[in-house]
């Protein structure tokens, strides 16, 4: 995989996100943007830089909530006020542990 | 009056500084990279929140419901992001850039450096635009009096610290103001759940449309502006300049930390102002269809002394944007320029004038503009985007060649240009900084590997 593979993939994602053709096509376009952008700094970039399991975990805890989103759509106010918005707060805390424990890796 | 007061008292300790010591290019672009991580995070997050934050996004909220929430949900992870993919590699440059165009130069070229110059004063422009259109709708809503006179005397102050002194004046002062932002938010947003307390009870027990995932922003448009204000981030210069701030790389260690927490405290006011007015406008304590003007309304249900703090706290946010535009706009026109062209950069007296000049053109856009302070936010914000995304991670990973880089910033621009253009007509959503981004880094990617193949 180089550099250009994963931006291209990147550029892929966020193409498929800006036309919103279909909302699941943007949750998949948003997850995949971001995988590709910290795949490209965690194989290229200097420390501090994620490891690969946090590049899958931050993938996928966004895709998630993104996609948790989508599938409680109908459920107001419980399912984005009570549910999906503080899932997305406790995301603050985990990256913060997981960019410390890169740096005292690095 | 207590804003005259508070615009007075940061002129002069920002003059005082400005004045101490004699200045030089590092002191007047970069403050001399002796930031902590503390002074620069309080900054860095001063200036990158701004009239946006306190009127526009909360009034969206009013009208659109919880769909506006999702250009801030982002914040939890933009501070690890910026740092794991540019922090480290802006601070290990040697000698340190003073600017990012030079950032870009330095890897790609001067043919780079001068198309991300010229594209970066555009778009500075129009950050500023979008600072003194906040004011005037802010002035002639809290303050009364003219709201051109208000914006422009509100650029007068801001540029006569940052003419004189720089980042090094203005680091000092943004990060006061990223303090005074932070308390304000915290008080006005609780104050007004408060007074609320009731129809905020009422929404967030009864179903209502507006209220679900996605209030009545389409799902696809609300996934966009996520995505957009998540990687955005790693393309707005004044987001970047306070890596540009920082004193050693170790700083690195605790930045986030700074960042996330001061971002996530002044954001408070989004969800509080919101939600607050969303649930009067709803109960009809609030009239429908006020549009930015819905704010000041409810800052003047609170009392006066709510409109106080929210002045201030709304020209902290202001003042610390626009000093940031106008230092860039000036880096990008005096130092980055003429460097590009093989030639010297020009004096700091040039600067403090483009300083000066800058400032006060933006505000002039800004004032004369009849789009929401919204709508003028989403594409500042989405140009950026579209032009420096591909440029900076080409850059940044080493993907391609100068060419490439210079045709996808380009391409990037345009298309995002030409998008917003095109954007009544589409059936569908489409977000013209995305799709700008991704046809962008599409030449870098392409362009790259055809050369590599030739």
Redesign the interface.
Known sequence: M???L???L??????T???????L???L??GL??AA??T??QR???????TPGQVWG?ASA?LTV?LG??L??????W???WL??PA?????PL??G???R??RKG | MSSGAWLLLLLGVALALAFLRRLSAPGFFAANHRASALLAGLAGTAMGLSAFVFVGGPALTAQVGSGALWIILPAPLTAVLQCWVLGGWILSQQPRVLSIPELLGRRLGSGVRLVASALLACGCLAGLAVQGKAVAVLASGLWGGDGTLWAFAVLFATVAYMAAGGMRAGLVVDAVQGGLMGLVALILAAAALVHAREAVGQVLLHPTPLLSSFGQVAPAQAFSWYLLFTLGTLAQPHYLQKFLLLRSRHELRSFPWVLTASLMVVLAVWLGLGLASLALVQRGDLPTGLGDAVIPQLLRQLGPWAVTAAALGVLAAIMSTVASFCNLLAAAVAYDLPQALGKAPWPLGWARGLTVLGGLLGTWIGVSSDRSVAVLGLLGWGFFTACLLPAVLGARFGATCAPAIAAGMVAGAVSCVVLELLRPSFPWPVEPGLFGAAVGLGVVTVAGWRRSRS
């Open positions: 180089t550099p250009r994963c931006l291209g990147l550029s892929c994602g966020l193409m996100t800006a036309f919103g053709l279909h909302p096509l943007g949750a376009g948003s943007a971001l952008l910290l490209t700094t290229f970039g200097e420390q501090p830089k994620p931050s966004v993104t989103a989508l409680l759509r109908g459920q107001s106010p399912g984005f006020f999906l918005g997305f707060l406790a995301l603050a990256f913060l997981w960019f410390a890169g740096w």
